[in-house]
């Protein structure tokens, strides 16, 4: 009697170590692995946006616009490399983008190329100033970088990032367009416009048990 009294609760507690090992067994597969790749590999989990299609895009549209006429005009017009500024680029799709970086993006390749003079934007350019203003009370007079001559902008680098999402059982397409435009600031000429457009196709697997 005693032994049958015992065996519901041998059972469960047999269940329930079981159990435990189970879950055991499923934490440790599910363990957290890093692994270091080349920053150069396109690696394309979500399908969202990512560095990969910041760096293509940034490369591919400033190497088109350096090719236009636009330059050359400018070149034979003025005898000096046009200065340039990037401006706003504007995130309007329905994604969370960094459009930090892909300005950075941008700006290394204005600056690399060696065909136009790249200046800082405006808020690199106000902790410049400040450190002017710094140096002309703090720094030796002979090392004091004055004010009134920085170098005026002749072109500005603007933009929009867009996106067309469409989405049906499991199957996401999603349609990049980033649209540039380089407008001169004396006349407000829109000097170049440059488009670029990507498509990502992202398949969720249901998996069954």
């Not at 692994?35 to 940034?58: E, P, Y």
């Not at 350019?125 to 005026?152: C, N």
């Not at 990049?176 to 398949?203: M, P, R, T």
Request: aromatic residues 6%; neutral net charge.
């Amino acid at each position: 009697m005693l032994g049958n009294y015992h065996t519901p609760h041998l059972r469960a507690a047999l269940a329930l170590g079981c159990l435990i090992v189970f879950l055991g067994s499923m934490v440790s597969c599910s363990a957290t692995r890093v692994s270091r790749v080349d920053t150069g590999t396109v690696i394309d989990l979500s399908g969202r946006w990512n560095d990969t299609d910041s760096r293509l895009v940034a490369e591919s549209m400033i190497k088109e616009a350096l090719e236009r006429p636009w330059l050359n005009n400018y070149l034979g017009a003025h005898e000096k490399q046009p200065v340039v500024v990037v401006g706003r680029i504007a995130n309007r799709s329905h994604e969370h983008i960094n459009v930090d970086t892909f300005i950075k993006d941008l700006e290394r390749e204005l600056t690399n190329a060696q065909k136009v003079t790249f200046i800082a934007g405006r808020g690199k350019r106000e902790e410049i100033r400040a450190e002017r203003a710094e140096q002309a009370v703090h720094a030796l007079e002979s090392t004091q970088k004055g004010p009134g001559k920085e170098i005026g902008a002749d072109f500005m680098l603007q933009g929009t990032i867009n996106t067309i999402l469409d989405e049906a059982d499991g199957t996401k397409a999603v349609f990049y367009q980033v649209d540039l435009e380089l407008i001169n600031i004396e006349n407000n000429v829109k000097s170049w416009f440059g488009q670029k457009k990507l498509k990502k196709v992202v398949e969720r697997k249901r998996v069954i048990f």
